[in-house]
């Protein structure tokens, strides 16, 4: 595997000068705004566990919340244990609320693909089922020009062994998780799955992004 960090880099200073527009024809994308003007702004991901996801979301200079939480099916108001059978559609999401003065969405999502193995269908390692696929939910046509071009660039520099199967939609509906599942591996950072899966994760993480880390982390 190529340099992931270095491509990514590079099409970060790429793609500030240089939009590349590719609309899927089996998703309409024609009523997502061209572009968000507020602040915060939001990006939606799916990256497996988000636990995971969080924890090391929360890590990044500018993002000033991450809920974890369900979104891209089609039951309303889905529990913990209804999305994990797998036949809610739903996808374990982060919604990433963030100042884009301070850090911007390529950033994020230049972070989005070192986070998490953006090949593996339906699963991130042994965590297995549509509810840990790989997915970003785009909020706006701008979004959507930058996601479509860091995906085709990715494979065209053949980054990864196999192609990104990262679904891209429309951000729809998003349904914050339980209370206990925000945080979750600050208030439960000694059980085994955070031990054995998120820690190691979300050390690689921070040294990758060392420089854009919050004060103190």
């Known amino acids: 595997m ?6 990514l880099v590079a ?3 790429f793609t500030s000068c240089q939009g590349q527009e590719k609309q899927s024809k089996k ?3 024609s009523k997502l705004p061209a572009k968000n003007t507020a602040n915060p702004d939001t990006a939606t991901f799916a990256a497996g566990c ?15 919340q991450v809920v974890s939480g369900y979104t891209g099916g089609w039951v309303a108001n889905p529990s913990y244990a209804q999305v ?10 982060t919604n990433i609320i963030f100042d884009p003065n301070v850090i911007s969405y390529d950033k994020l999502l230049e972070a989005f693909f ?4 953006p090949t593996q269908l339906n699963r991130q390692g042994n965590d297995v089922g549509t509810q840990y696929r790989s997915a970003i939910f785009v909020h706006s046509k701008e979004q959507l020009d930058k996601v479509q071009f860091y995906i085709a660039a990715l494979n065209k520099e053949k980054v990864y062994n196999e192609p990104i199967v990262t679904e891209v939609m429309p951000a729809v509906v998003f349904y ?19 031990q054995l899966v998120i820690k190691p994760k979300l050390e690689k993480f921070k040294r990758i992004f060392s420089k854009v880390l919050k004060e103190g982390e």
């Open 27 to 29: 998703t309409d994308f």
């Open 84 to 93: 994990c059978t797998g036949n809610t559609g739903h996808a374990e999401a």
């Open 114 to 117: 070192v986070a998490h193995d």
């Open 50 to 64: 988000f636990w995971c996801t969080e924890a090391q979301f929360k890590e990044l200079k500018g993002v000033q």
């Open 176 to 194: 914050p998780a339980e209370d206990y599942h925000q945080d979750y591996y600050r208030l439960n950072g000694k059980e085994p799955y955070c």
């Open 11 to 13: 099409l970060f200073v």
């Open 2 to 7: 190529k340099n992931l960090y270095i491509i």
